[in-house]
């Protein structure tokens, strides 16, 4: 009893309200239904205990996930644990679900089983915990990099697909898990349901700021112009000159498109990276960042297995919507489908 008044006190009290996404968050929710039995059990077994994922591994000596992002440790009265991230960014837990559903028809079974729930009043994606040593302080960065290294061809070029016709640009070793068995785990899918154009063997063009109707209809016949990007580099002769020039140009060339704080958080990313430029293409009525310096690197997909390539060329906008859920848009659909032509390109 003394667990479960804690649970309920830390979900009300610390997950935020929601906005204008309470309407179709409560209709997924209603959509939801099971169709194995842990997805079941995830859906609808009693919950005793909950706690913020960061503190959790901290106390047990693992990397603190949940930095960035709000995440639960929530664990049932078997014994049995998972990962609740409460929505707030209007589609990260549907991002979350459809990369689940899309590994689960591409029979990969690189997600863990993720449904959507209501826990303390708040809807958020339910993840299966993946018990494990490869998030621990032990293992580090340093080990976690290695352990990828190491990981077969096979395994690395399945989760290169995966990760490249799910929409997960965030390629990095901290996205995914290696279990005591050695298996391997894609998590942390939420920007699956990002706008973007992407090449197998590079970095993605992920849209980022406000959208210019006019510009929009002007360009909506005609295919992303890849090779018309534009590269901005930050010059001066100290920290505090360059600064200010990456400022001004990045606002003199990107300024339409993005806030104020959308171009602060560009130069900020640009200086922790040593001051890496910065490359965009606008077209469609709105600017596309080219997304860099993961350490994963980019897809480099080797090859595409004949029964994955199968099931790629049985795809077409029906059978997404089938396996997408209902919040995707059209564009989100023209895109992936790039991607499923881009796949079927390397056979």
């Not at 837990?93 to 079974?109: C, H, P, R, V």
């Not at 360059?242 to 200086?271: C, M, T």
Request: contains cysteine; charged residues 25%.
């Amino acid at each position: 009893m003394r667990a479960f008044i804690f649970f309920t006190a830390l979900t009300l009290s610390t997950v935020g309200a929601y906005t204008d996404s309470e309407h179709w968050c409560q209709r997924a929710l209603k959509a939801e239904s099971a169709k194995t039995p842990t997805e079941a059990f995830l859906l609808s077994a009693k919950i005793v205990n909950i706690r913020p994922l960061k503190e959790a591994h901290i106390e047990d000596g693992k990397f603190p996930s949940g930095t960035t992002t709000e995440l639960y440790l929530i664990e049932y009265e078997n014994g049995m644990k998972a990962v609740f991230k409460p929505e707030k960014y209007l589609w990260s837990s549907l991002g979350e679900i459809a990369s689940y559903n899309i590994s689960k028809w591409f029979g990969m079974d690189l997600v863990p089983t993720t449904v959507l729930r209501e826990i303390g009043g708040k809807i958020g994606s339910v993840q299966l915990y993946i018990e494990n040593d490869y998030m621990s302080d032990e293992v580090g960065w340093g080990g976690r990099r290695d352990i990828y290294n190491n990981l077969d061809h096979e395994t690395k070029n399945l989760l290169a697909i995966f990760h490249y016709f799910s929409g997960n640009w965030d390629r990095h070793y901290e996205n995914i898990i290696v279990d005591f068995e050695g298996r391997v785990w894609a998590i942390d899918n939420e920007i699956a349901m990002s706008e973007l154009y992407w090449k197998p063997d590079d970095f993605p063009f992920v849209q980022k700021g406000r959208v210019i109707e006019e510009e929009k209809l002007a360009e909506k016949r005609s295919s992303f112009p890849f090779d018309s990007s534009v590269t901005l580099k930050p010059e001066g002769t100290n920290e505090e000159n360059i600064e200010v020039n990456f400022r001004d140009l990045l606002s003199s060339h990107l300024g339409r498109y993005l806030s104020a704080e959308r171009i602060e958080d560009r130069i900020q990313w640009s200086k922790n990276k040593n001051w890496s430029p910065i490359e965009y293409v606008i077209w469609n009525g709105t600017s596309w960042l080219k997304r860099t310096q993961k350490s994963m690197g980019p897809p480099n997909i080797v090859h595409l297995p004949r029964a994955i390539a199968k099931k790629i060329e049985a795809l077409n906008y029906d059978k997404l919507r089938e396996i997408l859920p209902a919040r995707f848009t059209d564009e989100q659909i023209e895109q992936i489908l790039f991607r499923r032509h881009s796949l079927l390109e390397l056979q």
